[in-house]
Structures are given as C-alpha cells and as structure tokens.
C-alpha cells in the first residue's frame, strides 16, 4: 500500500498515503506485524514502518496531521529533492527553507520539515504535514 517512490506532496501526502486519513482507513498499514505504535504528548501517536515512514496521528479525531519520509524512501519533494541530497543542493532547488535552531530542521511555509544528518549535512528525513498543525486547538482535534 505504500508507494516508496511515489512523490512527497507538501500539505497532501507520501507514499501514496494522503493526509487526513484516519486510523481507520489506514488499519492496513497501522496493524501490519512490521509496524509500531508510540504514544506521545497526550492523545499523539505515532505508527513506525522501519525505515520507510513514520504516521503521526491526532487520537481524539483519529486523523493523519503528519508523515515523514524515511531513509529507504525514495520518491522525491518538488520531483528533484531526495533522501541523502546535500542541504546547499535542496537550497538552490527551494530557498524557502529556512533553519529552525529550536527544533533543529530546515522549515519552509509550504509546508515541509527537512531534518538533515548533523554530520554530512544530508537530508535524513522528509515531513509534510496539515496546515492545521499550528493552530492553537491542534491537539484538541477540532480540525
């Protein structure tokens, strides 16, 4: 079901798998033997396909607000942007990125989180997410 070399769509999905899906829908992918489940902060959890994809969901509406791109994953961001590609490369594609000390991740407004290895500067992971993710009742589910 997941798609490892399909696109990484920023504000709609990876892998195939759209945001705003819900448990549910995903019950395929969530139950798999090979997947695991975290919980954290309260009413959050987050599904593990190792080394392909993380699926995080908000538990009270029990829908997809976030999905990130693993090492293995092999689709691209903006048909150009891959998993290994070197920061000043994914600058020179999209410079709306800009670094986040806080959270320690490139950002941009469209609506991506690029987290890069600390020693190689090299893109280790991909996130899109809903832009309801910032709203101040996110984590209350009204969305």
């Known amino acids: 079901m997941i798609d490892l070399d ?11 798998i759209k945001l705003y899906s819900t448990i549910d829908e995903l019950k395929k992918i969530v139950e798999d033997k090979d997947t695991r489940g975290f919980e954290y902060y309260e009413n959050l959890v987050r599904y ?18 976030k999905i990130t791109a693993l090492e293995k994953y092999q689709g691209a961001l903006f048909e150009q942007i891959k998993m290994g590609m070197h920061i000043r490369e994914v600058l020179q594609i999209e410079p709306s990125f800009q670094y986040d000390e806080f959270e320690e991740v ?5 609506g991506i989180y690029i987290e890069t290895d600390a020693e190689h500067n090299t893109v280790q992971w991909i996130s899109v997410f809903v832009k309801e993710l910032e709203q101040e009742d996110f984590e209350k589910g009204n969305w």
């Open 6 to 16: 399909a696109p990484i769509v920023p504000w709609e999905g990876i892998g195939n």
């Open 48 to 65: 593990e396909i190792p080394g392909k994809i993380y699926l995080f969901f908000n538990l009270i509406n029990r829908k997809l607000f």
């Open 106 to 110: 490139y950002c941009s407004p469209k």
